[in-house]
C-alpha cells in the first residue's frame, strides 16, 4: 500500500517562487521513476518533469530554464523547484511515481494534486 501526499502548492506573483513537494509511504522497494504533472480547466493532464532513480531528468520545452526537479531517495521524496513563475503555469500540479514493492509488482501511483495559482 503506497500514497503520495504533495504539498508546497499556493498563490505567487508573477515572477515569484514556489517548491513543491512529493513523499511517497509504505511498502517501497524502489521507486522507479518520479515525476510532476501539470492539468489546466478543460486541458489533459501533461507532464511537467521527470526523474528517474538515477537522477536522470527530463522537462518539458515550457519549464526547461525554470524548474528544477529533485528527490531524496532517503526520504521517498520529490521536490519540483518553480521560479520565474508566469501565470500560465496556473494549474493543478500532480505528483506521480512508479513503484516497485517486489520486482513482480510495479505499479503507477498519482497524488491528490496541488494547485499552484500565479497572479498579481
Known amino acids: 500500500q503506497v500514497q503520495l501526499v504533495e504539498s508546497g502548492g499556493g498563490l505567487v506573483q508573477p515572477g515569484g517562487s514556489l517548491r513543491l513537494s512529493c513523499a511517497a509511504s509504505?511498502?517501497?522497494?524502489?521507486?522507479?521513476?518520479m515525476g510532476w504533472y501539470l492539468q489546466a480547466p478543460g486541458k489533459e493532464r501533461e507532464v511537467v518533469a521527470t526523474?528517474?532513480?538515477?537522477?536522470?531528468?527530463n522537462y518539458a520545452d515550457s519549464v526547461k530554464r525554470r524548474f528544477a526537479i529533485s528527490r531524496d531517495n532517503a526520504k521517498n521524496t520529490v521536490y519540483l523547484q518553480m521560479s520565474s513563475l508566469k501565470a500560465e503555469d496556473t494549474a493543478v500540479y500532480y505528483c506521480n511515481a512508479i513503484i516497485s514493492s517486489l520486482p513482480s509488482n510495479i505499479q503507477n501511483y498519482w497524488g491528490q494534486g496541488t494547485q499552484v495559482t500565479v497572479s498579481s
Open positions: 509504505g511498502s517501497i522497494l524502489r521507486i522507479n521513476v
Open positions: 526523474i528517474t532513480s538515477g537522477g536522470t531528468t
